[in-house]
């Protein structure tokens, strides 16, 4: 298997504030990780695809510049919330898959970060 | 467009009895299925997958799933259940179009599988 390192696993903060997720691929090289959202008792819904070395892919309806994602090296990537509000407080999720398996692999995941704004 | 259905919100079972989770998709091209496992405030731990070949599927902990063509159903099974099995599952499904490229991992809604002692 493969190791994705998510952190922090929980953040509280105030409304208004800003806070950054970090993805960490710990024992191979990812140049795609992916993030999604989960709602209480609901599926992922993909945020975005992050590339490394450029920029990241958002899905639609997905602010950019409210989740501004970075992956600026192999083995990291980061999210971070602007300006977060109560209706951000979700479960985020990363993931990767390794190189030369982006179809057939399966996706690696974090353990998640639990957004709690208040 | 890709999609995935999983049609039981909640599946309850003995320990020691048989287990199955449905699912079916629904692609455009060739499918690459997936089931994963989630326990609680934790992220996905991946079972096994489907990519090409025989259409019985063995994956991690003793979980199995079968592919079905012609009624586009991968479902997950274990023979005999363990309350540790208690945790929200998961199909996938990702398209290879004939282009090449491949589209997006698709999840379906998850199944709270209880497994009752």
């Known amino acids: 298997g493969a190791v994705v390192s998510q952190h922090p696993s929980r953040v509280i903060c105030k409304s208004g504030t800003s806070v950054k997720i970090e993805c960490r691929s710990l024992d191979f090289q990812a140049t795609t990780m992916f993030w999604y959202r989960q709602f209480p008792k609901q599926s992922l819904m993909l945020m975005a695809t992050s590339n490394e070395g450029s920029k990241a892919t958002y899905e639609q309806g997905v602010e950019k510049d409210k989740f501004l994602i970075n992956h600026a090296s192999l083995t990291l990537s980061t999210l971070t919330v602007t300006s977060a509000h109560p209706e951000d407080s979700s479960f985020y999720i990363c993931?990767?898959?390794?190189?030369?398996?982006?179809?057939?692999?399966?996706?690696?995941f974090g353990e998640g970060s639990r957004l709690t704004v208040l | 467009a890709q999609s995935v259905a999983q049609p039981e919100d909640q599946v309850n079972v003995a320990e020691g009895n048989p287990l199955t989770v449905k699912c079916t998709y629904s692609?455009?091209?060739?499918?690459?299925l997936f089931w994963y496992v989630q326990y609680p405030n934790r992220g996905l731990q991946f079972l096994l997958k489907?990519?090409?070949?025989?259409?019985l599927v063995k994956g991690s902990y003793g979980f199995e799933a079968e592919f079905n063509k012609s009624q586009t159903s991968f479902h997950l099974k274990k023979p005999s259940a363990l309350v540790s099995d208690s945790a929200l599952y998961f199909c996938a499904v990702r398209a290879l179009i004939s282009s090449g490229s491949a589209r997006q991992l698709t999840f379906g809604s998850g199944t709270q599988l209880t497994v009752l002692p």
């Open positions: 692609v455009s091209g060739n499918p690459y």
């Open positions: 489907y990519i090409t070949g025989d259409n």
């Open positions: 993931s990767a898959s390794k190189p030369g398996q982006p179809n057939t692999g399966e996706l690696f």
